[in-house]
């Protein structure tokens, strides 16, 4: 809880994967924002490579493609939970349902 209040404190509590709000301890991830697996050890302690990230986010990284844009249904499908592809995912699920009652008119 000290980091996170360290965090805020900063104005650095906002998510490097979707730009949301990390509102708890809970939430925060450190996140690298180039990856550095398969490179150099250097990166990985590279202070300009962290970022804070919502746990979600962090952890759908590396289960999805770095190519799913992000936000969107794309990233949630690939295991983002966070609020901005949660909400992608409400609108493309409405969408469908829409265009399936109006082609069935």
Known sequence: MLFFSLVRKLGLDYCHRCDEKIENYKELSIDHIEPWLNKSNDLFWDIDNIAYS?????????AS????PHPSYVAYS?????DACKLCKRMYTRYWR?????ENR
């Open 98 to 102: 829409w265009k399936i009652n109006y």
């Open 65 to 68: 493609s770095t190519s799913n």
């Open 54 to 62: 919502h746990l979600s986010c962090n952890s759908a990284k590396s």
């Open 78 to 82: 690939g295991g983002c939970r966070c």
